[in-house]
């Protein structure tokens, strides 16, 4: 089956430190890779995505690249704030049928000024 | 704000008990999904619903139950309560059921405590 296996946490990092969570997945055919954000009290928010393989994801200075050689989807930001402080889930849908999400434990990061 | 809102936001019971928890989708999406997300187990798909039929299952167990009503809305039904499934709910919709209108947007989630 599907399976997704991300960096325990939590991640501590000082403000403008480079950040990477690592992400591998395990899954039939090529499915879509993404990163979800949740922030303390809320709900799950997508913060990328790519659907095939090279493709890289982007979105308020976060970064993933899928790739498909190393079943990987590591998340990246070259100067985290703050506010960046929250779960980062990476999750996998196959892309046939009335598929649904797959997704990592979660990783924390915390962020200090 | 995802569009998304689930009732109620918080929940506290007893063990043996039944409650149902309460989701509207985006407007215009037709698919709902249910994930339960638990310190133990991670965040973990339940039921997704599409237009009103049953389309994919997970880990539910055979005391939860869900559906999805004519005007979209959908309730998930746990019943004979345990400890264990106290966690946090969550719902999502997305436009479609598949591929690319497959995009899901999470509510806030309802946070269930069993005592």
Known sequence: GNSVTQMEGPVTLSEEAFLTINCTYTATGYPSLFWYVQYPGEGLQLLLKATKADDKGSNKGFEATYRKETTSFHLEKGSVQVSDSAVYFCALRANSGYSTLTFGKGTMLLVSP | ?115
Request: overall charge negative; glycine content about 10%; aromatic content about 10%.
């Open chain 2, 1 to 115: 704000d995802s569009g998304v809102t689930q009732t109620p936001k918080h929940l506290i019971t007893a063990t043996g008990q039944r409650v149902t928890l309460r989701c509207s989708p985006r407007s215009g999406d037709l698919s709902v999904y249910w994930y339960q997300q638990s310190l133990d187990q991670g965040l973990q798909f339940l039921i997704q619903y599409y237009n009103g039929e049953e389309r994919a299952k997970g880990n539910i167990l055979e005391r939860f139950s869900a559906q999805q009503f004519p005007d979209l809305h959908s309730e998930l039904n746990l019943s004979s309560l345990e400890l264990g499934d106290s966690a946090l709910y969550f719902c999502a919709s997305s436009v479609g059921g598949r591929g690319t209108l497959n995009e899901q947007f999470f509510g806030p989630g309802t946070r269930l405590t069993v005592l």
